[in-house]
């Protein structure tokens, strides 16, 4: 036999596609040639494969071997298809029956000495291929536990080529994945280490019922990072839906913890402000790798010193803030990443960062307004909440009483969330922050005029934009929720345009 045909997947962003490798041996000077717009680590397989073979006691074949990965008009990327080239050129040359394999997707990178290394994004891959109608998949050991999260699917490790062979021709067992139960998270952040900040809390707890960003301005030492450093341990833990596209994101980025277990526990991203633009939105040579901003979907993105972030990174975010992803466009193809995360942004009000606040302020009024100004108004437009935090004070500092716990919080948090779910699921959407503008004006989910006079007095002003606009609504539907009102009053509007504009705080 000459031909022999072996099932992979390959993966475009997060989106995996069935591939098919097909290894054709001919009569004809030795050579390997690969074709099917395979990228510089594919083309380097020959070398990697050719060794693998040679170290785990096969014949390499003499021939002229050429090696197709169908479709060919997609792009692959990565080492992943060494197990399968591999297997499909032993099938080719007769050393190897490859009706075991049959309607079997193999996946693995080899090492020179015939060792199935672990690769990225199998989860992504291996959820693909169970879409595709595959039962069966061979996975390195080292990815067996995380591919073993996909249900419907027999999962298989292996750590060496020699095993697989060992597996194919005489029946030998396989590796089985890791039974054991995952390891109790580590305990994070609690908001009763946070002192005093009333205020900010509530901005926080607002946040997280209604997923709406959050910015927070104020002097050093006022707890701005504290706070956001803990958004996320009020937030409810993901459901299995958004804990395989989170997880599957990790995986991609090869991020994820030992175990390869789902990850339950909503994200947080804090990246350095020297950051560039791809490491912020994703980006990269060849296929585009996912950004802080996906890293951090369906959880929290935190810019500290934000004003200190480059501008092109900070407008960067406008984007997928109003679309919830990134689209990132290549001359080899695009790539799309979700990236429905809540953007917290930390501030000082101004350069020199007087602890004692505006009070003590060195800063000429210039300096200020061009400091916040690197926030650009377009950005922070998108911002639902922006506060503005006082100075600490030592009464609170040195208050004695037990503060709220996050778990506290984190049950009314989940209490908003189940009202906003059970009142937009006709809509198709769970949470305030993403209901559209023009739905929230018309009926039956219109607020009165009297409710909303103050405001649409601002819009008129030019003091609020339309944006503006929908944004106080969307906040005032969330503070309701987490009164317990089944629709926003007067004063959950009013309150919901002091934590928009900071007006009064």
């Not at 060992?166 to 002192?195: M, N």
């Not at 350095?272 to 939105?281: D, E, G, L, M, R």
């Amino acid at each position: 036999m000459s031909y022999a045909r072996v099932l992979c997947v390959g993966l475009v962003g997060v989106t995996g596609h069935l591939v098919e490798v097909e290894a054709d041996l001919a009569p004809g000077l030795p050579g390997v040639v690969i074709s099917g717009l395979p990228d510089t680590a594919l083309h380097e397989a020959r070398d990697r494969v050719r060794a693998a073979v040679v170290n785990s006691g096969q014949r390499w074949p003499n021939r002229r071997i050429t090696l197709n990965l169908l479709p060919a008009t997609l792009p692959k990327f990565g080492s992943a298809f060494d197990l399968a080239i591999a297997v499909a050129l032993l099938g080719g040359s007769g050393e190897l029956p490859l009706l075991p394999l049959e309607g079997v997707v193999v996946l693995g990178e080899l090492g020179l000495d015939g060792t199935v290394r672990p690769v990225r994004g199998v989860l992504p891959m291996v959820a693909a291929a169970a879409q595709a109608g595959v039962e069966r998949v061979i996975v390195p050991a080292g990815n067996a536990a995380e591919a073993a999260v996909v249900p419907g699917l027999r999962v298989r490790g292996v750590d060496s080529l020699h095993r697989l062979v060992g597996f194919v021709r005489d029946g030998e067992p396989l590796i089985e994945p890791p039974t054991d139960a995952p390891p109790p998270a580590a305990p994070g952040p609690d908001l009763a280490e946070v002192a005093g900040q009333g205020l900010g809390r509530r901005a926080l707890e607002v946040a997280a019922a209604g997923g709406h960003h959050l910015a927070l301005i104020g002097p050093p030492g006022a707890g701005k990072t504290m706070l956001a450093e803990r958004l996320p341990s009020i937030l409810p833990a993901l459901d299995d839906d958004a804990a395989l596209e989170v997880t599957a994101l990790h995986s991609i980025a090869g991020l994820l913890p030992a175990g390869g277990r789902l990850i339950r526990r909503p994200p947080f991203q804090a990246p350095h402000h020297t950051a560039t633009v791809p490491s912020i939105v994703g980006g990269g040579s060849g296929l585009a790798r996912p950004g802080a901003i996906s890293l951090a979907h369906r959880g929290v993105l935190l810019l500290d010193e934000a004003p200190e972030f480059s501008k092109p990174a900070l407008e960067a975010l406008r984007q997928p803030l109003e679309h919830g992803r990134v689209v990132l466009t290549r001359s080899r193809g695009g790539a799309e990443y979700p990236a429905r995360a809540q953007l917290v942004l930390a501030a000082n009000p101004c350069p020199c960062a007087n602890p004692a606040g505006d009070d003590r302020c060195e800063c000429p009024p210039l300096t200020r307004r061009r400091y916040l100004g690197r926030l650009s108004g377009p950005l922070l437009d998108r911002i639902d909440l922006q506060v503005r935090l006082p100075p600490m004070r030592a009464a609170e500092l040195m208050e004695t009483a037990a503060h709220e716990s996050s778990a506290v919080v984190a049950g009314r948090v989940v209490a908003a969330r189940q009202a906003a779910a059970g009142r937009w699921t006709a809509l198709g959407r769970r949470l305030n922050a993403e209901i559209p503008g023009p739905d929230l004006r018309r009926s039956p989910w219109r607020l009165s005029a009297r409710d909303t006079a103050d405001l649409r007095a601002r819009l008129d002003s030019g003091s609020l934009s339309a944006r503006g606009f929908d944004r106080v609504i969307r906040l005032a539907w969330t503070i309701a929720d987490l009164d317990g009102r089944a629709r926003p009053d007067k004063g959950d509007v009013g309150e919901a345009i002091t934590l928009r504009t900071g007006e009064g705080t």
